[in-house]
């Protein structure tokens, strides 16, 4: 599991070898009040928070240069379908009395890749491992917008505008994070040599 702010993810991954493993996951997108909308955001027309919900599936091309007990190198590829509905947001301008409130709805796209190294930590004998990794991405987001309602002070042409509006955004990632696993390969082994014996 990753991504504890506002996403929870369960994922399996395969070792092809002890060179290379792949893995697949899923997750859910889920409102985090804290920064919805987010007050740290220089707009929040562009960068509204952690206010979406949905889904998101990932692909992982992990490759170990020097075998499982080295650190890896990850390939991942990244795709999240997300939503809001009537969310209320708020935006200064130029000044502390030029500013808007505005209620809006929206369903955006988001695809990406990230590159990643990281190291694993087994314990528990190797059933459970700790893998802790970082790296750097890029996220394409298309937002499909509807504005329902703007309250713009002083009172002029409402911005953001209402109806209907698209916003393609193009932004890199920072990737850091821990994930905890279970090693069910290393019980078959065992169960395997057992049977031997």
């Not at 802790?132 to 042409?157: A, D, H, K, M, V």
């Not at 209907?164 to 990632?173: I, M, N």
Request: include cysteine; hydrophobic fraction near 35%; charged fraction near 20%.
């Amino acid at each position: 599991m990753k991504d504890m702010i506002n996403q929870y993810d369960l994922g399996v991954e395969f070792g092809i070898n002890k060179y290379i493993a792949i893995g697949i996951s899923g997750g859910i997108i889920h409102t985090n009040p804290i920064f919805s909308a987010s007050p740290l955001s220089p707009s929040q027309a562009e960068w509204p928070g952690t206010v979406y919900q949905g889904s998101v599936g990932k692909f992982n091309l992990k490759i170990y240069p020097m075998g499982k007990l080295s650190g890896y190198w990850n390939v991942q590829f990244i795709y999240k379908s997300m939503y809001y509905r009537n969310v209320e947001f708020f935006d200064m301008y130029q000044g502390e009395h030029d500013y808007a409130t505005y209620t809006r709805s929206e369903d955006a796209y988001v695809r990406g890749i990230s590159v990643m190294h990281g190291h694993e930590y087994a314990f528990a004998k190797g059933f459970m491992y700790l893998d802790f990794y970082y790296g750097l991405g890029f996220r394409q987001r298309e937002r499909n917008i509807t504005t329902l309602t703007c309250n713009r002070e002083p009172s002029g042409i409402p911005k953001p505008p209402l109806g209907k509006s698209t916003l393609s955004q193009s932004f890199p990632v920072l990737e850091v994070g821990l994930k905890m696993g279970f090693n069910f390969q290393k019980k078959k082994e065992q169960e395997i040599k057992q049977k031997m014996q």
